[in-house]
């Protein structure tokens, strides 16, 4: 089984920075990305940020030069730091592993998802 903990959420005024861990632990032997989602109120999960394992980067325009996603693979950590936060941040922010596979005696990949930090951001 895979687990997926998420730290840093909270409440900041605009303008402020926080920033997001997510560590990972439990039977990860391959994964094809892991990425930051989120959720505002009366709203769908969207993408925030996604990091593939070469390193490659995309993030959704709303956030594109204010926020930044790195790994620390020796730690198994994702990282989230939000700069010039904005009141439209606030969400619930959720790390995503994908394509997860357990083992190297299988092919299946799944995806999981951490429980969710709360961000706030204040005017």
């Known amino acids: 089984q895979v687990q997926l903990v998420e ?3 909270g409440l900041v005024q605009s303008g402020g920075s926080l920033r997001l861990s997510c560590a990972a632990s439990g039977s990860i032997f391959t994964r ?3 990425g930051w989602f ?3 109120p009366g709203r769908g999960r969207e993408l925030v940020a996604r990091i593939t394992s070469g390193g490659r980067t995309n993030y959704a325009d709303s956030v594109k030069g204010r ?3 790195s790994g620390d693979n ?3 950590t994702l990282y989230l730091q939000m700069n ?6 606030t969400a619930v922010y959720y790390c995503k592993a994908e394509g997860v596979r357990t083992s190297y005696l299988t092919y299946a990949r799944s995806d999981y998802w951490g ?3 709360q961000v706030t951001v204040s005017s």
């Not at 010039?84 to 941040?89: I, Q, W």
């Open 115 to 117: 429980q969710g930090p």
């Open 7 to 9: 730290s840093g959420g």
């Open 38 to 40: 989120r959720q505002a």
């Open 74 to 76: 020796a730690k198994n």
């Open 67 to 69: 926020f930044t996603i």
């Open 32 to 34: 094809d990305a892991m």
């Open 84 to 89: 010039s936060l904005k009141p439209e941040d």
